[in-house]
């Protein structure tokens, strides 16, 4: 009967939300760090804080709760200038914030559990070290007010676009009267009409529910309270006023228009009756509706079943009995993690923040579609030739714009992704004692959601590399005519058909020396072997290579660039690496644009169809035969003065039979280089969508997917990358 | 205490009160008291507020009492007239009589 869904969708947002949150506070930090006096940033730090705080109460996360809360109190304290921003104290922060973190993970994972002990114990010595900052814990409460007033009140922010907020736009005002009211002269009469000439009462319920029966009832107590919706202008301040004469006889609460059903899910649980009684009566003067009566009882259920919980919970940990629990917690723990983690990648894909406007501009499409939809089926009844063709033109034109749209909805910037990393580079840098600038680069480009979530792992890899063995320590850099503090510059842009994002750093660059001899010490290369700058660097991707003379915890281990090389190319794409001697090393990662749709351009061999990727044609151009027999030793055409070298894909795949008189040559371009392909005929354009191929298929390697043509034909998807590298190897 | 009660019998062993005066914190534990026993000897209570000149929330909050025991105990209780007064009261609290 309960609407589970609603429910787990609720913590869903809660988790993105307060993730992101997280994200903003750990940036705010950060800058904070930079400068210290910067109040917007201990302000958006508080906000975050207090706003995470709010909303796990809403879910009984207690730990949540319980932490964020002294750490409000150490940043109002800091807000206030009474605790200084230094160092030190911001590196708490950043453990807090870390420590939140995992706060989140757990109660996402694993909520009803009590926390392992090693964090119960990073709890306890966070809050302690947080409490060492806060000077008088009188004034602090106070003080909070005071900021959150100065700030605003930050409401679950969350409920905003997720139709937690509630419909009713009027106040909603829950009054409980003492019982003495009466006898001390106060009729409830004269201020509810008072109230009522300050606005409109919208609706009133009287509730009696905890008035005796029979006997036990005194005719001259107060049992009434009353359940009032109102609409007016004026603010809390004011409605509050009006009952200042029986403020001290009279429990009030007052709840804002449109406010968050968790305030609702509090005054139900607040108040002496009933919860049912009260839901009901909420309803029936309209201040929630049916449904979200039905979310507050849901969530108002789970939340006093998690507050009854918890003195069990403080039990664990007491004696002999309890700590067979431990042992039964620590246990179902580790065999339930790896399915924890599972569970909450899973959840993390389900939910997605869209711009707004792109989601219009798709609506709009959408709506476009539907009347020249309804324009085809009417010009089809007629006889009308060219209007057909015409309006299944723009037809097309739309169906097109669409899919577009629709994969731009999973584009975001990469740059939210970059400047997560510019915590790991402080870290990294202070443990190993270096100072390193951080830079982005074409933090606007787009990318597709998935391809940035894949990506983050691979990208610190490459970022440990650059601090712990690219750049040097002040020292270093000096004698070696640096500037003392290292550049590490993330950057991302568009290049024919793909997104290229390089880490470049400005240290030592990679030792060639050093690669080859421990090449030649794995085997991998003989020791007069000579080789190319670029084929010595592809043994860096060798699996267990690396040239670190020590292991460090950050990186030298040997596991690594084999990993981010493989990484990379499950999401087709593909690692280069530069780099010169004592200037620096720049890692290049070519990725392709989206990964489900690709514009195709189709070709035919032999009887075959294939489709390239649109992106990397260049142009296409017809050679005569005999052009390419008459080429000794090479196969290189000459396209207006330039050398091409060309595969002739028939022979490619073997193909019996030779070309046609005329063969065609397209000429695609990756990763600035360009070969042709000469085929016997084009076909034209052509939107495709990617099937993988199947297992069998995996040993195929130039043809990187299948499609389906409209005559049900199934027409290969040519792997471009591989087919070029292929060709440069041949050369 | 400014409250005059007129009890009157009618058919089916049923009350019927007029009350004329003041329901207000000073009369309504007694007048409590009083109608609670009526309510219990008697199978219901009609009964006439129209000359209520001064009432305040309590009143109410007895009518409302009452009304709930009447329900318990399974009897009738039915408000005739009532006072400008009292009918203020009840619009303000949006309460049917």
């Known amino acids: 009967m309960a609407d589970k869904n609603s429910e787990k969708n609720f913590k869903n947002v809660y988790f993105t939300e307060s993730r992101e949150l997280l994200d903003a506070m750990e940036m705010s930090l950060l800058s904070l760090e930079k400068d210290s006096q910067d109040e917007d940033s201990i302000n958006s730090i508080f906000r975050a804080a207090h706003t995470i705080k709010g909303n796990s109460g809403m879910f009984g996360f207690g730990r949540i709760g319980d932490f964020t809360h002294v750490l409000e109190n150490v940043l109002v304290g800091a807000r206030s200038g009474t605790i200084a921003v230094k160092a030190e104290l911001i590196g708490l922060l950043l453990e807090c914030h870390d420590f939140i973190q995992v706060l989140l993970d757990h109660y996402e994972s694993e909520e009803n559990r009590p926390l392992d002990q090693e964090s119960e114990a990073l709890f306890e010595r966070l809050i302690t070290r947080l409490n060492k900052y806060i000077p008088d814990s009188k004034n602090i409460k106070k003080l909070k007010e005071k900021v959150i007033e100065e700030i605003g009140e930050v409401a679950p922010s969350f409920s905003d676009d997720h139709g937690l907020r509630v419909a009713n736009d009027c106040w909603h005002i829950s009054l409980r009267f003492g019982k003495n009211v009466f006898k001390d002269g106060l009729d409830p009469y004269s201020f509810v009409s008072y109230l009522g000439e300050k606005g409109e009462i919208v609706n009133i319920r009287s509730i009696y529910e905890n008035m005796p029966y029979g006997e036990e009832m005194k005719g001259d107590f107060c049992y009434l309270g009353f359940e009032i919706d109102f609409r007016s202008s004026i603010n809390k301040k004011e409605i509050e006023d009006v009952f200042d004469f029986v403020i001290n006889d009279c429990d009030i609460r007052i709840l804002p228009p449109n406010t968050s059903i968790a305030d609702y899910v509090k005054l139900i649980e607040d108040l002496p009756e009933k919860p049912m009684k009260i839901g009901d009566m909420l309803r029936e003067i309209g201040s929630l509706t049916e449904s979200e009566l039905k979310q507050a009882l849901e969530l108002q259920a789970e939340f006093s079943m998690t507050t009854e919980k918890a003195p069990e919970e403080l039990l664990v940990g007491n004696i002999l009995v309890e700590e067979n629990m431990i042992q039964k917690y620590i246990l179902e723990a580790a065999l339930t993690k790896q399915e924890n983690v599972k569970k909450r990648e899973e959840s993390n894909r389900k939910l997605i923040r869209i711009d707004a406007e792109k989601l219009d501009h798709l609506i709009n499409l959408i709506g476009e579609l539907v009347i020249t939809g309804s324009n085809v089926k009417q010009i089809s009844e007629s006889d009308d030739k060219i209007g057909i063709a015409k309006a299944v033109t723009d037809m097309s034109k739309l169906i097109e714009e669409i899919r577009d749209s629709t994969m731009g909805i999973r584009m975001v910037p990469i740059g939210e992704t970059f400047s997560r990393f510019e915590r790991v580079v402080r870290d990294l840098s202070r443990e190993k004692g270096k100072r390193i600038d951080f830079n982005v680069v074409g933090g606007e480009t787009e990318l597709d959601k998935t391809l940035i979530d894949k990506l983050s792992d691979p990208l610190i890899h490459l970022i440990r590399n650059s601090v712990d063995h690219g750049i040097g320590t002040p020292d270093e850099r000096v004698k070696a005519g640096k500037p003392a503090n290292g550049t590490l510059t993330l950057n991302a842009y568009h290049e024919t058909g793909s997104i290229v994002i390089e880490v470049s750093d400005d240290g030592n660059g990679l030792d060639a020396d050093a690669i080859l001899s421990k090449a030649v010490e794995l085997g991998l290369a003989k020791p007069d072997q000579t080789f190319t700058d670029y084929e010595l660097y592809q043994f860096i991707f060798h699996p267990g290579f690396s040239t670190a003379k020590e292991v460090s915890n950050i990186s030298g281990r040997g596991v690594g660039m084999d990993v981010v090389k493989k990484n990379i190319e499950s999401l087709r794409g593909n690692v280069f690496l530069e780099s010169e001697r004592g200037q620096g090393t720049t890692v290049r990662i070519h990725l392709p644009l989206t990964l489900a749709i690709i514009d195709g351009f189709m070709v035919r061999i032999a009887d075959s169809y294939y489709v390239l990727a649109l992106d990397m044609v260049t142009e296409c151009t017809e050679v005569r035969k005999e052009e390419l027999d008459s080429k000794e030793g090479g196969n290189y055409i000459n396209l207006r003065g330039d050398v091409l070298p060309f595969m002739r894909m028939r022979e490619f795949f073997k193909e019996t039979g030779g070309e046609p008189e005329k063969p065609k040559v397209v000429v695609v371009e990756y990763s600035r280089k360009k070969i042709g392909l000469v085929v016997d005929d084009l076909i034209g354009e052509f939107q495709t969508v990617i099937k993988p191929m199947g297992k069998i298929f995996s040993k195929l390697q130039w043809l990187s997917g299948s499609t389906i043509l409209g005559t049900g034909e199934v027409a290969y998807i040519l792997d471009v990358p591989k087919l070029i590298k292929n060709a440069k190897e041949l050369e | ?97």
């Open chain 2, 1 to 97: 205490m400014k409250l005059k009660i007129v009890r009157k019998k009618t058919e089916n062993n049923s009350l019927h009160f007029t009350l004329a005066g003041e329901m207000t914190v000073y009369s309504v534990g007694k007048l409590k008291d009083f109608l609670l026993n009526e309510l219990k000897s008697c199978s219901g209570i009609t009964i006439d507020l129209a000359e209520i000149d001064e009432a305040d929330t309590s009143g109410f909050q007895l009518l409302l009492f009452l009304k709930r025991e009447a329900a318990i105990l399974g009897k009738s209780f039915r408000i005739t007239e009532m006072s400008s007064r009292l009918r203020n009261i009840f619009n303000l609290y949006k309460e049917i009589a």
